[in-house]
């Protein structure tokens, strides 16, 4: 596990490195734009929710409620003292604080898939919990990614490694796209989506170098609060997205729940 944690720490770190690129990106980690997700009205952000066909499925940790709303307070808390309203902010659910783990089908490569074939799903994912054991999980981390997400990067204290689950999701799931959307060694959850101020603003303007500035002051003012926060994983879930991205977007979702180690 120790050995693990060092691989995670170092994913985090050239996470960190490439967190102010996301000023001149405008693409979300999963190659999607920020315009194909997001709609403006006076100022106010609203999602824009997509059919998903197929619907993807995905194996997913699950935050529990009495861990995301303290870790949500903190941080719409510390994004409000920081925010000059410059930079729209979309803040994720604490009800859907989740950590994405394995896609049986994603909108990169999509699989479809029948109802007797997700039934199956079910019942391999449902195995896979079954021969886990809970997770006790420490927040080494908060880092600004280059697409302007704000995650939490976590570590393993105690139970089945991150690695080790997704591992015997592959093995269960023989259907799934072979590319997968992250690293096998990472455990993050989303807190929020910083956006750029304007779809046509660069880097180069003295606004734009006085808001990384600030972005820099919140992303440690959020380390100071949450670093080392723990947290217990007790849950391993099975989502349909029926719309891209339902459960950042809080758009429509099937869950199926199942608990770590039976």
């Given at each position: 596990m120790a050995s693990y944690n060092s691989q995670r720490s170092t994913i985090y770190q050239k996470m960190a490195d490439e967190g102010r690129a996301f000023l001149a990106g405008g693409e979300t980690t999963q190659s999607l734009k920020i315009s194909d997700i997001f709609?403006?009205?006076?100022?106010?952000i609203h999602p824009i929710h997509k059919l998903a066909e197929p619907p993807v499925r995905a194996a997913v940790l699950y935050l529990p409620q009495k861990f995301s709303r303290v870790i949500s307070e903190i941080v719409t808390e510390t994004l409000g003292s920081h925010s000059s309203g410059k930079s729209p902010i979309w803040y994720q659910n604490p009800e859907m604080y989740h950590f994405s783990l394995y896609h049986a089908s994603h909108h990169l490569e999509p699989v479809p898939a029948s109802k007797s074939e997700i039934a199956r799903e079910l019942e391999a994912v449902d195995q896979v919990a079954r021969s886990c054991s809970p997770l006790?999980?420490?927040?080494?981390?908060v880092v600004l990614t280059c697409t302007g997400a704000l995650i939490g990067c976590w570590q393993v204290l105690e139970g089945t490694d991150p690695l080790v689950i997704r591992e015997r999701l592959k093995n269960k799931l023989p259907n799934a796209p072979k590319k997968q959307l992250y690293d096998k060694l990472i455990l993050h959850c989303s807190f929020a989506r910083i956006l750029p101020p304007t779809a046509n603003e660069t880097v180069e303007t003295k606004d734009n170098r006085m808001t990384t500035e600030l972005l820099e002051q919140l992303v440690m003012d959020l380390n100071k609060a949450l670093q080392n926060f723990e947290a217990d994983i007790k849950e391993l879930w099975f989502v349909e997205e029926l719309d891209i991205l339902a459960l950042a977007l809080q758009g429509r979702v099937k869950t199926h729940k199942f608990s770590l180690g039976g």
């Open positions: 709609s403006f009205d006076n100022g106010k006790r999980i420490q927040l080494e981390r």
